[in-house]
């Protein structure tokens, strides 16, 4: 009988009640801490960011010249480690004549990349700023640049729990970028500069596979503003669970930094194009004006965190298409002068008579058109005139309707008594 008893189950030490109590109260703090850390908080000035942003990109780029110096080293040695080939030459073929080398090109060029001052580029400010100024006036006349941002905004990159992207603001500045103090480097294959306290030795460098190098400073002040309006869903327990509005405004107010330009040459044995590559280095400067709005009713203006994690995706976005290690590559086409790129002289003056005999044609043709409609209309008039006269002629009274009326015809005289 011991055995069948069931031993006292243990009592929980909360009740229900309490319960109940410290799960909302954990939530309440929970709300309290993102309230007072997310959107309360303060963000850390701008100074102390872009010195936080520029020792990481120089720490990345150092390790990324470690690991190629590296490279370099090991495959020199393996080099060195296997045999060379002496072939025959051919006698009957002549010598092409030398390729031109780094130190032949700054030799006929009179350029000493270690003695040579830097050179301001006043004429290429002039050129840039005449090209964006055409670009801005093409785009108060052209939806393309709406359309195409829309469409890059709204691609298969946006995530799920972000509804269609709006452009509602749309700055292209009014200021230029001014490029300045540029200057010649050489740089060894893998983009990377000489030691500045050694002296350049040409004939090395050339074995090296070097390639020259132009560097200038860019520098922008300017408000360059993208305003936006989305808004974020909630998918979860079920679809559109909730929906908050966001409206973002972020605007470029200056970018300091240095360019780097090379050229890469075509190897018609490849079958490769000339190309040239540009990159910004690791200690460019670039900061942003981010203004943000959430809710529909009761708006929140201007919350930090947000400002933050924007400001910090369009430095990664950056960072990862144009600074150094990275950098962006173009193929140039032929520069070699062809017939059909030729405008001007005589072919101007017959560019100018094929318009004019065009324009000629298109008023003949305009006139011909004209006058075809013109029959056209008389025609349509003729026809309905004709339609008139056959309902006049079927409404024309018949003689016995005439001579049917009662009573004197019009006009006829009265009978006169004959006196008796």
Request: some cysteine; glycine content about 4%.
């Amino acid at each position: 009988m011991a055995q069948d008893v069931c031993p006292a189950g243990s009592e929980p030490s909360l009740s229900f009640t309490q319960g109940f109590i410290l799960g909302q109260l954990s939530i309440v703090l929970l709300l309290a801490a993102f309230i007072k850390f997310f959107i309360f908080g303060e963000s850390p000035s701008p100074e102390i960011t872009a010195s936080i942003r520029a020792n990481e990109r120089r720490s990345r780029t150092l390790a990324h010249k470690k690991s190629l110096l590296s490279l370099k080293e090991s495959s020199t040695r393996q080099a060195a480690q296997q045999p060379t080939l002496n072939r025959k030459k051919s006698s009957i073929l002549r010598p092409s004549p030398p390729t031109l080398t780094i130190g032949s090109i700054l030799d006929k060029t009179y350029y000493k990349v270690d003695s040579h001052q830097p050179e301001s580029l006043d004429w290429f400010n002039v050129l840039v700023a005449q090209t964006i100024a055409q670009f801005r006036s093409d785009a108060q006349h052209d939806d393309a640049i709406l359309t195409s941002l829309t469409k890059a905004l709204n691609g298969a990159s946006r995530p799920d729990f972000v509804d269609e992207i709006r452009i509602t603001e749309l700055s292209l500045g009014e200021d230029f970028p001014i490029f300045s103090n540029c200057r010649i480097i050489p740089v060894d294959e893998n983009g990377l500069s000489y030691p500045s306290g050694k002296a350049f030795d040409a004939s090395k460098a050339t074995r090296e596979g070097a390639r020259l190098q132009a560097r200038m400073d860019v520098d922008l002040s300017d408000m360059i503003t993208l305003g936006v309006e989305t808004k974020l869903l909630l998918n979860y327990p079920k679809r559109l669970s909730a929906v908050l509005p966001v409206a973002l405004a972020v605007s470029v107010v200056r970018f300091s930094g240095t360019l780097s330009i090379s050229f890469i040459p075509s190897n018609p044995s490849e079958n490769t194009p000339t190309k040239m590559t540009f990159t910004f280095l690791d200690d460019y400067r670039l900061d942003f004006s981010i203004r943000s709005l959430m809710g529909s009713r009761s708006r929140l203006q201007d919350v930090p965190k947000i400002a933050q994690l924007v400001e910090s995706r369009l430095h990664r976005w950056f960072d990862e298409r144009c600074v150094e290690p990275r950098f962006q590559e173009i193929a140039l086409p032929s520069l070699w002068p062809r017939k059909r790129n030729t405008r001007g002289g005589d072919e101007a003056i017959a560019d100018a008579e094929r318009s004019l005999s065009k324009t000629k044609g298109m008023e003949v043709a305009k006139d011909l058109r004209m006058e075809a409609r013109g029959e056209v209309e008389a025609e349509a008039d003729v026809r309905v005139d004709r339609g008139h006269e056959s309902l006049r002629y079927r409404r024309r009274p018949r003689p016995e309707d005439m001579f049917s009326v009662s009573g004197p015809m019009p006009g006829a005289m009265p009978d006169l008594e004959t006196p008796t």
